[in-house]
Structures are given as structure tokens and as C-alpha cells.
């Protein structure tokens, strides 16, 4: 839990636990500059919950994967209530949402398992593996965090357009992932290809490569104004 608290950035102030006995697991309480952390173990039930609390320039995601790779490197399922996994995180927030501490890929992943008929449907819109839907829906989510900063038109690929489409048909869920994740909603305004601007889609492309580096040529092509 210490490494894990290191990996994210926070500063251990104090520490404390106590074990109930021999085969009976233990309590820590790790107090942090950022707020706290602790764990309460059940070695009978090869189980352990770990509470997260931390405020300021921390990184959520690494402290996850600290503690993932302690139980063996199961990938978590963000949000799941299921405890059948190895390893699971529910992540809430306080007040305005952010992707900032939560990766777009985990956002996807949870997409996935709460609704697979959305990546099944993306699948079928954009003739993509299911596989390959769920990273296009990644994509999606990148570009609607890039929005969400951003006061600009911004101008989404042809196939990541298709994509938000199936999206916004899922109502209640993409309103959910806005007011989840987002700072604010952000609204699917369709457009006319003969329409389309050359100038927004590639200040897209600029805004995109300050948050996440160069998009994937794949998804989002230089001209998307050949077809």
C-alpha cells in the first residue's frame, strides 16, 4: 500500500496497523498529505479492500496499478460490483467529474462490460472486430474529453463519427458518461460531408496530440476528406 500511495504521487505522513491474529488478516490506515488511504484484509476468503482517498496533483491510476500487480496483474473492471474478479475498483468523485485520474482505454473496457450491445453495435456500424470497436470507442472517448476542455468546434474522424452516433443512441448511459466523466455534456451536432471542415478536423488533430500524443493513423487519418 506504501508503494502504491509512492506511485501516485502522494506524501506519507504517518501509518498504522493491526493484525487480529494469526490467519485472521489486519487493518492499515496509511495517513497522507492528500488524505488517506487504508485496507482491511480477509486471508479466509483470499480477499482485501482497499479504500483510496486522495485530493491535488496525484495519479489515481498508478496506485491501481501498484495494487493490480500485487494481485497478480488481474486487469481491474472499472466499476464493476461484481467481486468475482481478482482484482475490481469502483472509482467515485467528488463534485465536477474528470477523465484526468481515469484512462480513457479503462472507460472503454467498462463500456464493455456494462454495455456490450454498444460495442457490438459500433462493431456492426463500422465493420470492426469487437475487438477493434472497443479501441475505436477509446478514440471516441479521447475526442469527447478533448471537447469537453475546449470552447473550439472540434471535428471528429468519419469512423469515430460513427461511432459517437451509435453512442448517443444508448441515451441515458452517454448522459450518465457525461456527467460521470466529463465537465460538462457535450452534444452530437450531425454534419453534412460536402460540409465538413478541413480546418476544424485538423485542429482536432492538434488538440488530440497535446492530450494523448499522435492519434492512430487508423482512426484518425491526416485528410479524411478523400472518400
Not at 177 to 198: K, N, W
Not at 220 to 226: E, V, Y
Request: with cysteine; hydrophobic share 40%.
Amino acid at each position: 500500500m506504501q508503494l502504491s500511495a509512492r506511485a501516485a504521487g502522494a506524501t506519507i505522513i504517518d501509518r498504522h496497523w493491526h493484525r487480529f491474529g494469526e490467519g485472521q488478516g489486519c487493518t492499515a490506515i496509511l495517513l497522507l498529505a492528500e488524505s488517506h488511504m487504508s485496507v482491511h484484509t480477509w486471508p479466509e476468503h483470499d480477499y482485501a479492500a482497499f479504500d483510496i482517498f486522495m485530493c491535488g496533483d496525484v495519479t489515481l491510476s498508478r496506485a491501481l496499478s501498484v495494487l493490480r500487480n500485487a494481485c497478480g496483474g488481474a486487469k481491474p473492471n472499472i466499476l464493476q460490483e461484481s467481486v468475482e474478479e481478482p482484482f475490481y475498483a469502483k472509482i467515485m468523485r467528488r463534485g465536477r467529474r474528470s477523465l484526468v485520474r481515469v484512462s480513457p482505454e479503462e472507460i472503454s473496457g467498462e463500456l464493455y462490460q456494462t454495455t456490450p450491445l454498444l460495442v457490438e453495435k459500433i462493431s456492426d456500424a463500422v465493420k470492426l472486430s469487437e475487438i477493434s470497436a472497443q479501441s475505436l470507442l477509446a478514440e471516441l472517448v479521447k475526442f469527447l474529453v478533448v471537447c469537453s476542455k475546449n470552447q473550439h468546434t472540434f471535428l471528429p474522424s468519419m469512423v469515430v463519427d460513427s461511432a459517437w452516433q451509435q453512442f448517443i443512441l444508448f441515451t441515458e448511459i452517454y448522459e450518465n458518461f457525461c456527467q460521470q466523466y466529463l465537465s460538462r455534456f457535450i452534444h452530437y451536432q450531425p454534419t453534412i460531408y460536402a460540409e465538413r471542415s478541413d480546418f476544424d478536423y485538423q485542429n482536432t488533430l492538434t488538440a488530440y496530440a497535446a492530450y494523448y500524443g499522435s492519434p492512430p493513423a487508423h482512426f484518425w487519418p491526416r485528410n479524411d476528406f478523400s472518400c
